[in-house]
T-cell receptor
Framework: AQSVTQLDSHVSVSEGTPVLLRCNYS??????LFWYVQHPNKGLQLLLKYTSAATLVKGINGFEAEFKKSETSFHLTKPSAHMSDAAEYFC???????????FGTGTRLQVFP | DAGVTQSPTHLIKTRGQQVTLRCSPKSGHDTVSWYQQALGQGPQFIFQ???????QRGNFPDRFSGHQFPNYSSELNVNALLLGDSALYLCASSLAEGVYIQYFGAGTRLSVL
């Protein structure tokens, strides 16, 4: 079975400071891992995707994530937070291309001026 | 290029009624997946359609059914609505071949009274 655990339900940072959103995964297969962002009243937008190529994945809007198999982690980072980054972030796992997506419970990121 | 569009945006129903939600996939996409997102939770996979057939199904009762049309658009039907069916219903489209990324619509907010 596959699952993801997002270790923080809420994260608060000041604008201009680094962001770290933590995700651990469990999978009996070599997984595909994703981070999606959801702004209020908007659909889910893909930030980045890992599919067994480079372990450090760069995404949109300055976000990146590192796949660490030994730690079964896929944490999302950004060097400098912007007010527009305030949203709900989901860590997602799937077994293979075309497979269903399994979402974590989400992390709400607040950015203070 | 239109993304994934869903209709209606909001819907209010009473217990026991039936509801139909609609989804038009992103241009060129042939696969449609449906997800249910309860308040404060991550989306949960309902089912996926490809070539007008249900290809995968999540842990949802038979009250949830779907359809895919030859133009790849899709419907989600829910019968005998329960209060617990109140949620945001998200449609995602993707390509069965090639780079596998699911693109999400903004969702339909269903309230069951």
């Amino acid at each position: 079975a596959q699952s993801v655990t997002q270790l923080d339900s809420h994260v608060s940072v000041s604008e201009g400071t680094p962001v770290l959103l933590r995700c651990n995964y469990s999978s009996s297969y070599s997984p595909s891992l994703f981070w999606y962002v959801q702004h209020p009243n908007k659909g889910l937008q893909l930030l980045l995707k890992y599919t067994s190529a480079a372990t450090l994945v760069k995404g949109i809007n300055g976000f990146e994530a590192e796949f660490k198999k030994s730690e079964t982690s896929f944490h999302l980072t950004k060097p400098s937070a912007h007010m527009s980054d305030a949203a709900e972030y989901f860590c997602v796992v799937s077994r293979y291309n075309t497979d269903k997506l399994i979402f974590g419970t989400g992390t709400r990121l607040q950015v203070f001026p | 290029d239109a993304g994934v569009t869903q209709s209606p945006t909001h819907l209010i129903k009473t217990r026991g009624q039936q509801v139909t939600l609609r989804c038009s996939p992103k241009s060129g996409h042939d696969t449609v997946s449906w997800y249910q997102q309860a308040l404060g939770q991550g989306p949960q996979f309902i089912f996926q359609y490809y070539e007008e057939e249900e290809r995968q199904r999540g842990n949802f009762p038979d009250r949830f059914s779907g359809h895919q049309f030859p133009n790849y658009s899709s419907e989600l039907n829910v019968n005998a609505l329960l209060l617990g069916d109140s949620a945001l219903y998200l449609c995602a489209s993707s390509l069965a071949e090639g780079v596998y990324i699911q693109y999400f619509g903004a969702g339909t907010r269903l309230s069951v009274l």
